[in-house]
């Protein structure tokens, strides 16, 4: 079992920056992927960002140019950068641990972008 612990969201104007982090524990492989979801209110949950433990990473188009993913192996956390955020980037944003075919997700945190 993996365990997923994040931080990080809140409430930011347009245009502004925030950083969510997760924490992953537990029984981890060391051949793994992090990353991040998204879900706002009447939509699909998709991928927002993720990154491989060999450090390949894939985004969302519409973010891309935006956000920046990264993960600590010695921690065992991944980041995500989210700069010039918009009011459409609203939504609840949940972490995705991915290892030998099982997928592990963290509770969510909220991510409000005002205009």
């Known amino acids: 079992q993996v365990q997923l612990v994040e931080s990080g969201g809140g409430l930011v104007q347009a245009g502004g920056s925030l950083r969510l982090s997760c924490a992953a524990s537990?029984?981890?492989?060391?051949?793994?992927?992090m990353g991040w979801f998204r879900q706002a209110p009447g939509k699909e949950r998709e991928l927002v960002a993720e990154?491989?433990?060999?450090?390949?990473?894939n985004y969302l188009s519409s973010v891309k140019d935006r956000f920046t993913i990264a993960r600590d192996n010695a921690k065992n956390t991944v980041y995500l950068q989210m700069n010039r955020l918009r009011p459409k980037d609203t939504a609840v944003y949940y972490c995705r641990h991915r290892q030998s075919f099982a997928s592990y997700w963290g509770q969510g945190t909220q991510v409000t972008v005002s205009s």
């Open positions: 537990g029984s981890i492989a060391s051949i793994n992927a």
């Open positions: 990154v491989a433990s060999d450090g390949t990473t």
